[in-house]
């Protein structure tokens, strides 16, 4: 056997070398692209089911608090639906528990007091 080599084989030796690296790279990178696209599409999908299940909770809430007003509006009281075991409805609550609005204040002096002091003029021109 020949230690020899010819120009010819060792370049070829060298290509083949050469094309079964860049094939690991190509197969590296089609399988970092798969768990990207798989992140992604993970992503996408918690999103659209995410969506889907505030959707369906408030479907579920708005009826619960129809079924509570219409009992209501069939003679329960509110304390004798507690007494049942039947509490306000969790959204009604919050809507409750917000502060009143406050009344209109006329547009006069106080106005300026609003306006960081400035007066509003109105069709001047």
Do not use: C
């Not at 120009?7 to 990178?29: F, G, P, T, Y």
């Not at 009344?103 to 300026?112: E, G, R």
């Amino acid at each position: 056997m020949s230690s020899n080599v010819s120009v010819e084989e060792a370049v070829e030796r060298a290509k083949r070398a050469e094309q079964d690296r860049i094939e690991a790279i190509r197969a590296l990178a089609t399988a970092r692209q798969s768990i990207t696209d798989a992140r992604e599409d993970a992503a996408r999908e918690l999103a659209e089911l995410q969506a889907h299940h505030a959707e369906l909770q408030r479907d579920a809430e708005a009826a619960d608090v129809r079924a509570y007003s219409a009992a209501i509006k069939a003679g329960w009281s509110a304390e004798a639906l507690r007494d049942i075991g039947f509490t306000e409805p969790e959204k009604k609550k919050r809507v409750r528990a917000r502060s009143a609005r406050k009344p209109k204040v006329a547009a006069t002096s106080s106005q300026a007091d609003t306006n960081g002091g400035e007066e509003q003029h109105t069709d001047q021109q």
